[in-house]
């Protein structure tokens, strides 16, 4: 096995977890992506309630990230399908 640095470790492990919730993120009790937090604007990070804090707009950032790489997640695989697909008509 190859050796690898600790950032490619920590980068990998990211992307492991950010894999894990845009999977399972359904199962975890995180309020959808578009819920505003009135009292909660630009809160910092592990503050009660939100693990990466929140925007300006009240929005959670983690919330936000799992449903954009929920999306990401599909998006990659339809492309590398169809492309797949007509590639293989080709």
């Not at 997640?73 to 399908?81: K, L, N, R, Y």
């Amino acid at each position: 096995m190859r050796k690898f640095t600790k950032p490619t470790w920590f980068a990998i492990g990211w992307l492991g977890l950010m894999l894990f919730f845009s999977l399972f993120g359904w199962l975890l009790p995180f309020k959808p992506w578009n819920f505003v937090f009135e009292d909660d604007l630009e809160v910092g990070l592990f503050s009660s309630g939100h693990l990466l804090g929140t925007d300006s707009n009240g929005y959670d950032l983690l919330s936000s990230a799992v449903a954009g790489t929920r999306m990401s997640i599909f998006i990659a695989i339809a492309a590398v399908g169809l492309g797949g697909f007509i590639g293989s008509l080709f």
